[in-house]
């Protein structure tokens, strides 16, 4: 597993863009990013995924550099119910397993 | 489409007693990952099970606890003696192909172990 490297904190205001990043610099070439967060002690959501290309979804989107040594997890319009901690993780080997470090956790601020 | 299913949600124990966690995988998963997060703590991975077949363990502790997911049926996580200290939250987790890289894992909404 690459390892992954995230503020410990970050404020957001209800509304704007929430702009969480990662970095990865020992990602090898064909390791995924992979975007989780986890809302008080439920189980962690996956929000998604990339490789090398920019990637949208229904819930974010994910900027990852050229370089692939590091990556931005965008909310885009922030609400409340987004407050969670969110973990960048780079799972490697065959087994896919997944290794969560500390996260970001996120407080949208009303 | 039902997601990961975990029962109970919610297990309380006794010192000595045993605990069985079930899991059921989304539809068409075959299989399943479990973590558990102490309080306080982030999840730590503790086993990666295929139907029949444990292919990674090296997250489980050495002694009390095991693993199983048989041909049919939920797949088990088994804590035998519990102790106060096995406290805490345990995930599942399940998956449509096994390591494939693209292929995001699942989670239920946790089994909550309390030992008394």
């Known amino acids: 597993d690459a390892k992954t490297t995230q503020p410990t904190s970050m404020d957001c205001a209800e509304g704007r863009a929430a702009n969480l990043p990662c970095n990865h610099s020992t990602i090898s070439g064909n390791e995924y990013v992979y975007w989780y967060r986890q809302i008080h002690s439920q189980g962690p959501q996956y929000i998604i995924h990339g490789l090398k290309n920019n990637e949208t979804n229904e819930m974010a989107s994910l900027i990852i550099t050229e370089d692939r040594k590091s990556s931005t997890l965008i909310l885009p319009h922030a609400t409340l119910r987004d407050t969670a901690v969110y973990y960048c993780?780079?799972?490697?080997?065959?087994?896919?397993?997944?290794?969560f470090g500390t996260g970001t956790l996120l407080a949208v601020q009303p | 489409n039902a997601g990961v299913m975990q029962n109970p949600r919610h297990l309380v124990r006794r010192r000595g007693q045993e605990a069985r966690l079930r899991c059921s995988p989304m539809k068409g998963h075959s299989h399943v990952y479990w973590y558990r997060q102490l309080p306080e703590e982030g999840l730590k991975f503790m086993v990666y099970?295929?139907?029949?077949?444990?292919?990674?363990e090296s997250g489980m502790p050495k002694e009390r606890f095991s693993a199983e997911f048989p041909k049919e049926g939920p797949s088990i996580l088994r804590i035998q003696q519990v102790v106060r200290g096995d406290s805490a939250a345990y995930f599942c987790?399940?998956?449509?192909?096994?390591?494939?890289?693209?292929?995001?894992?699942?989670f239920g909404d946790g089994t909550r172990l309390s030992i008394l």
């Open positions: 993780i780079a799972p490697g080997g065959a087994t896919n397993k997944l290794i």
């Open positions: 099970l295929q139907k029949e077949n444990i292919i990674d």
């Open positions: 987790a399940s998956s449509p192909v096994p390591g494939q890289k693209n292929q995001p894992q699942h």
